[in-house]
T-cell receptor, first 112, second 113 residues
Framework: DAKTTQPNSMESNEEEPVHLPCNHS???????IHWYRQLPSQGPEYVIHGLTSNVNNRMASLAIAEDRKSSTLILHRATLRDAAVYYC?????????????FGKGTKLSVKP | SQTIHQWPATLVQPVGSPLSLECTVEGTSNPNLYWYRQAAGRGLQLLFY??????ISSEVPQNLSASRPQDRQFILSSKKLLLSDSGFYLC????????????FGQGTRLTVV
């Protein structure tokens, strides 16, 4: 049972920024927000994660709303290789629960 | 560095035949291990996860079972495959912490005919 909501699909033009939204209104105070992406016929790969503050890494930026009920993954300049399904998931506090639940994700198409 | 091995990459099996998919992890100890299935055009469905040797949690009742005979080995099995078992099977591992990433294998594409 995924606890996040994402649009089914989005389109972007190459070299333009992309903002991928995610709603997680039932997030608990200590749940981490993780993003993964899955290229065709491959396993998912980690993109970024955060708790409260915005985060940046070489792949993307993560903007987290002040109330933590939503977040946005930002690809600063989309390339054709960024076309993938992007998953926003909550990593439940108390890792002993073990589970890592994915929703349906957002399929990002990038047009040249 | 840590790596995850999953094999075979592709598999075609007849209905009613058994299944055994193996996943091994290197470079870490006592990882959480996961099996997922992805049907064509669908999202990732968590099938099983394990927090230790011999400890298996099933997320979805089905025709499959999982075992963890060693710390870094996770096996997905079936006694008799169904057509509906076709899909892309992925193994993953992570450490026992919510602020760390999970790592996925390259997957096994299973076609039951």
């Amino acid at each position: 049972d995924a606890k996040t909501t994402q649009p089914n699909s989005m389109e972007s033009n190459e070299e333009e920024p992309v903002h991928l939204p995610c709603n997680h209104s039932t997030i608990s105070g200590t749940d981490y927000i993780h993003w993964y992406r899955q290229l065709p016929s491959q396993g998912p790969e980690y993109v970024i994660h955060g708790l409260t503050s915005n985060v940046n890494n070489r792949m993307a930026s993560l903007a987290i709303a002040e109330d933590r009920k939503s977040s946005t993954l930002i690809l600063h300049r989309a390339t054709l290789r960024d076309a993938a399904v992007y998953y926003c998931i909550l990593r439940l506090y108390g890792g002993s629960q073990g589970n890592l639940i994915f929703g349906k994700g957002t399929k990002l198409s990038v047009k040249p | 560095s840590q790596t995850i091995h999953q094999w075979p990459a592709t598999l075609v099996q007849p209905v009613g035949s058994p299944l055994s998919l193996e996943c091994t992890v290197e470079g870490t100890s006592n990882p959480n291990l996961y099996w997922y299935r992805q049907a064509a055009g669908r999202g990732l469905q968590l099938l099983f996860y394990s927090v230790g040797i011999g400890q298996i949690s099933s997320e979805v009742p089905q025709n499959l079972s999982a075992s963890r005979p060693q710390d870094r080995q996770f096996i997905l099995s079936s006694k008799k495959l169904l057509l509906s078992d076709s899909g892309f099977y992925l193994c993953a591992w992570s450490v026992l912490a919510e602020n760390t990433e999970a790592f996925f294998g390259q997957g096994t594409r299973l076609t039951v005919v």
